[in-house]
């Protein structure tokens, strides 16, 4: 795909759909569909890849273009599909590989993404950004962590980071202390935070019981695919995106948020606590984890 | 079909703001009796809605937390709420309008009167 850099985005824009709506058929709209994603207008990118692939459904840069939308909407598996097909169409498509081990970086299935991670290096040697992902990959399955100061973001550098909030320069964020990343939100023990990938695998926090054990990985596990379930009962029901689950227990009030990628924010806290109060911490947590994640925390 | 149950869960479903009541069996799902608007999709939501609460029951039990007494799931546009005994859930789902304190006091309330 051919991507322009330099000319007024908003001219570019205004000239493509001119063209396209000159020429419905012509390929303009993957360069329209592109400068919209870039500009951060997800819908109406995304309305262009679609009416787009109506008219060319074997466009391998189509289905690309629709899996680049989809990850800056926050649509992990959507996306890993779209180059699954751009991969059967295009078999020696080196960004399909590279998305598919972005997804799979993700999702922490760093396995997986170090298999397609491994094609791409094969269908392209010389690629930097390939050869750093692979690495970051690599230094993930040994349990390690990578040094960002000679690295860049090779994910960064293939357009394929999602939007993230912007990251508060005075905000206390350490992003080499996962476990301690909420202790000075949670009264230091008062109460408990913990951030869950979209599979229930623990990103930051502990989970301590009264008796100090850290039982996060069962919480993690049991909690696992809850976003998912949330996401789709409110589906329909019709009541829009849900911002908040609040779980009364006999011991505790345990609050939970949604994050981006599916990933999942936990309170708990006293049952003596005020539920507003709960809440209020809550979001003071969500507001650390999107920070920390900016910071690559993830 | 009407059952014994129908009068608690119908006065569930008067609140103001709630669209439906349901009492869903939490294993698999199934809608024990059920007081719905017209347009609601009873077995699909039912289902998930005991799958949720399923969920947050466990990971409460790994936490050490004891049983769950209530759930509710805030979306932008309205609430489902919940509250389980003996493998049964009543579930709620009510618009943004809905006083929510008062409905989880009368889910509370027609819990206890439940017998099956």
Known sequence: MVYWRGAPMADDIRRLSEELARDPASPAYLQLGEALR????????????????????HDADAHDLLARISV?????????????????IAPAHLGARKGMGYVLFKQARYAEAQTYLAEAAELDGEDETVATALAMVRVKLRGGQRDQRDRGDPWAEMGLSAPVAPVDPVDPVDPHDPLGLFSDLTAEGEQTALLLDATGLVMAGTYLTQDGRDVAQEVGA????????????????????????????????????????????????????????????????????????????? | MKTNLTPIIASLTRQRGVRGSLLVDETD?????????????????????????????LSAEAAGLGGVTFLRLRATEGHVCAAGKHEMVLVIVADARANIGLIRMEMLKALERLVI
């Open chain 1, 222 to 298: 049991e909690l696992s695919g809850v976003s998912d379930e949330a996401r789709r009962a409110m589906r329909h029901l019709a009541l829009g995106d849900w911002s908040s689950l609040t779980v009364e227990t006999d011991a505790a009030v345990v609050a939970m948020a949604p994050m981006r990628d599916d990933a999942l924010l936990l309170v708990a806290a006293s049952k003596a606590m005020p539920l507003g109060l709960v809440h209020r911490v809550l979001d003071r947590c969500v507001a650390r984890a999107t920070s920390w994640l900016a910071k690559g925390g993830a």
């Open chain 1, 38 to 57: 870039r500009g951060g207008q997800l819908d109406l990118a995304l309305r262009v890849a679609l009416r787009g692939l109506e008219r060319h459904p």
């Open chain 1, 72 to 88: 800056d909407r926050g649509e992990l598996e959507r996306a890993f599909d779209e180059w699954d097909m751009v991969r059967r």
């Open chain 2, 29 to 57: 799902g199934v809608i024990i009796d059920a007081t719905l608007h017209v347009g609601m999709k009873g077995p699909a939501f039912a289902a998930l809605a005991a799958s949720l609460y399923r969920k947050a029951r």
